[in-house]
């Protein structure tokens, strides 16, 4: 079974910024689907960011703009760049990894928590 590690969290001062990163224990292809997600405290997990095998992106409307997804193959790794964060962006972020028939992935999560 796929492992994703996520690392990069911690805390931040609001307008600050943060790169997430997520490994993955077996070689990235391009037709997988990379995502994002977070679970802030007493809310359900939402969709952040996700990156297709078409290159395409979708981000959540919370953070378009401050936000981008990219991966690199060849390193197994996804990032994800988080600018002018907010305190609402507090949550714990997840990386997560499709497969083309729908079987998902998931890392542990890491903590990011941004004051005010």
């Known amino acids: 079974q796929v492992q994703l590690v996520e690392s990069g969290g911690g805390l931040v001062q609001a307008g600050g910024s943060l790169r997430l990163s997520c490994l993955a224990s077996?070689?990235?292809?391009?037709?997988?689907?990379m995502g994002w997600h977070r679970r802030a405290p007493g809310k359900q997990r939402e969709l952040v960011a996700r990156?297709?095998?078409?290159?395409?992106?979708n981000y959540a409307d919370s953070v378009k703009g401050r936000f981008t997804i990219s991966r690199d193959n060849a390193k197994n790794m996804v990032y994800l760049q988080m600018n002018s964060l907010r305190s609402e962006d507090t949550a714990v972020y997840y990386c997560?990894?499709?497969?083309?028939?729908?079987?998902?992935?998931w890392g542990k999560g890491t903590l990011v928590t941004v004051s005010s």
């Open positions: 077996q070689k990235l292809f391009s037709i997988n689907t």
């Open positions: 990156l297709t095998s078409s290159n395409s992106t």
């Open positions: 997560n990894l499709r497969t083309w028939y729908g079987d998902d992935y």
